[in-house]
């Protein structure tokens, strides 16, 4: 079993950054892919970025690229999420996952879940 634990929420102005972190505890994430999804009220949970087990390999939403970076830290058990030049339309819950299969953009291929930590930003 993986746990995965969110930090770095807040709320925010526009323009502003922002740095995420995931601390997986459990089995070892040396083999798993991570990832970030958020959701808006209301909205369905959607992609925003994923990292290769390697950190080679990294892929973003189109409306984050440029300005969200994400990274990990396979020694510390840690993925991050670098968000810069914040936009109101940013503000969600945002979660961090891990799976052990090929490199997804879709929740559904994910096996484990942080809880969230919520993201506001305002105009």
């Known amino acids: 079993q993986v746990q995965l634990v969110e930090f770095g929420g807040g709320d925010v102005q526009a323009g502003d950054s922002l740095r995420l972190s995931c601390v997986a505890s459990?089995?070892?994430?040396?083999?798993?892919?991570m990832a970030w999804f958020r959701q808006a009220p209301g909205k369905e949970r959607e992609f925003v970025a994923v990292?290769?087990?390697?950190?080679?390999?990294?892929y973003y939403a189109d409306s984050v690229k440029g300005r969200f970076t994400i990274s990990s830290d396979n020694a510390m058990n840690t993925v991050y999420l670098q968000m810069n030049s914040l936009k109101p339309e940013d503000t969600a819950a945002y979660y961090c996952?891990?799976?052990?299969?090929?490199?997804?953009?879709?929740?559904?291929?994910?096996?484990?879940w942080g809880q969230g930590t919520q993201v506001t930003v305002t105009s």
């Open positions: 996952a891990a799976t052990p299969n090929s490199v997804s953009r879709a929740a559904g291929d994910y096996y484990y």
């Open positions: 459990g089995r070892t994430l040396s083999r798993h892919n």
């Open positions: 990292i290769s087990y390697s950190g080679i390999a990294t």
